[in-house]
């Protein structure tokens, strides 16, 4: 018991984000990881003003799609104001230039500098404006514009702990975890900039190694041949 408990300390130590706990009483000896929910901020501590969700939305997640907002991302902006601004105009009537959309089309966004917001609750399926199904879609978003952008190495970070803890959750398959161009053909998103981790394998591994304990340390490694090499700047 001492030994574990001590292995856990050690591996918060390492700031891997798990713990190791017994899979059961009759194997004390074997054990495994639990990535801990990553810090987020509530719904409720950005000041979420949802419509109802109807009922018939209701899903059980079973992908992981990642997004980019699509637009880019200016210095000192605040991703509070942000994400009121995006649920505000998604409820709008189409006749009113938005969506008609009762709360937030994703059910995470990360900004910048990292920090995890929470929009739609889970158990809804989300929103989008291309042609895939959403139902059992699990949708995060990264802030910025990765066509014309470089991602940060912290918004990274938090999407590989997202992803490995919604995963552990919800047992999503590696297989369906990855970025709305797989899903959907008419588009661009996430854009190349972090598509490019998606697509040699990269960001799954990350995620893996972050699943079996280990530190999540990343090398995004140099600019995208013929993208972008603006790195993204830092909100508010
Ligand atoms: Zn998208």
Redesign the pocket.
């Known amino acids: 018991m001492l030994t574990r408990l001590f292995a856990g300390a050690l591996c918060l130590g390492l700031l891997c984000g798990c713990t190791s706990r017994s899979v059961s009483g009759e194997d004390a000896a074997e054990t495994r990881h639990l990535v801990e929910k990553p810090s987020t901020i509530s719904a409720e501590q950005w000041g979420s003003d949802p419509l109802q969700i109807p009922e018939e939305r209701k899903h059980t997640p079973k992908f992981i799609?990642?997004?980019?907002a699509?637009v880019d991302w200016k210095a000192g902006s605040d991703p509070f104001k942000k994400i009121r601004d995006l649920q505000a105009w998604g409820k709008k009537t189409v006749e009113d230039g938005g969506k008609n959309w009762p709360d937030l089309p994703y059910h995470f966004l990360i900004a910048p500098d990292g920090r995890v917001f929470e929009g739609r609750p889970l158990e809804y399926e989300p929103e989008?404006n291309?042609n895939y199904d959403v139902h059992g879609h699990i949708?995060v978003?990264l802030w910025g514009n990765f066509e014309v952008q470089r991602i940060s190495s912290h918004q990274v970070t938090s999407a590989i702990h997202l992803v490995a803890w919604l995963s552990q959750e919800y047992g999503v398959d590696d297989a369906l975890i990855g970025?709305?161009?797989d899903v959907?053909e008419d588009?661009s998103?996430?854009g190349a900039d972090f598509y490019r981790y998606l697509e040699d394998g990269k960001f799954l591994g990350w995620v893996n190694r972050f699943r079996d304990g280990e530190s999540a340390v990343i090398d995004l490694g140099p600019a995208l041949e013929g993208g972008p090499t603006e790195m993204i700047p830092m909100p508010e």
């Open positions: 799609t990642i997004h980019h699509g989008t291309t949708g978003q970025g709305h161009r959907a588009t998103c996430p």
